[in-house]
């Protein structure tokens, strides 16, 4: 059943489908952080159309419900790598290309108040990243802490404010006062840090 017709409109999309994590170890190698040249053409496929074209197109449907009730919030889920360079070439476009077609869609749905943002974890426990072995865990996050991020901002009256922007899930833990699951409140990483 169509959201519209069950619901009556669409207050909030999260973009976080996303591809490439998968086989970060592939015969006993982790190619993960192989030089551009060595990558799997796979990845890229899965990190631009699973994860930047599956944002645009979710995008459109949901602006196309949220514009006439004048009012929606779209979050897209990115990181640093945006930014700057994380140890993998494929990553870093993908995540550029969800904070520009964030600014951008921000733009155009700013007179709708239909706010838009990239929201950054820190490293997610994700199975993969436990899985992988590889990551200093020391300030990670819950796969649920973002959904704590999503849920403050759906929540603000004024979530327009923010609209266009990079935020970071443990910089807003600090401004709307949330914790983890489990209690802790990881330390908000910048540029700098990472």
Request: aromatic share 10%; charged share 20%; glycine share 8%.
């Amino acid at each position: 059943m169509p959201i519209v017709t069950e619901q009556g409109r669409l207050d909030v999309l999260v973009n976080n489908a996303w591809g490439g994590y998968e086989n970060m170890v592939e015969d006993g190698r982790f190619t993960w952080s192989a030089p551009f040249w060595d990558q799997p053409l796979w990845r890229w496929a899965a990190m631009m159309d699973v994860g930047v074209r599956a944002a645009f197109v979710a995008s459109q449907h949901a602006a196309r419900l949220m514009v006439p009730c004048r009012r929606g919030l779209i979050v897209n889920v990115s990181q640093w790598a945006a930014q700057k360079y994380q140890g993998n070439v494929i990553y870093g476009v993908a995540k550029a290309a969800t904070d520009k077609l964030t600014a951008d869609m921000a733009v155009e749905l700013r007179d709708h108040d239909v706010a838009v943002v990239s929201l950054y974890p820190g490293l997610v426990r994700t199975e993969a990243v436990l899985t992988a072995g590889v990551f200093d865990l020391s300030n990670s996050e819950s796969p649920e802490f973002i959904g704590r991020a999503v849920a403050a901002l759906a929540g603000d009256q004024d979530v327009g404010r923010w609209t266009g922007q990079v935020l970071v899930a443990a910089a807003l833990a600090e401004h709307y006062g949330f914790a983890d699951i489990d209690g802790r409140s990881p330390r908000p990483l910048t540029l700098t840090d990472v």
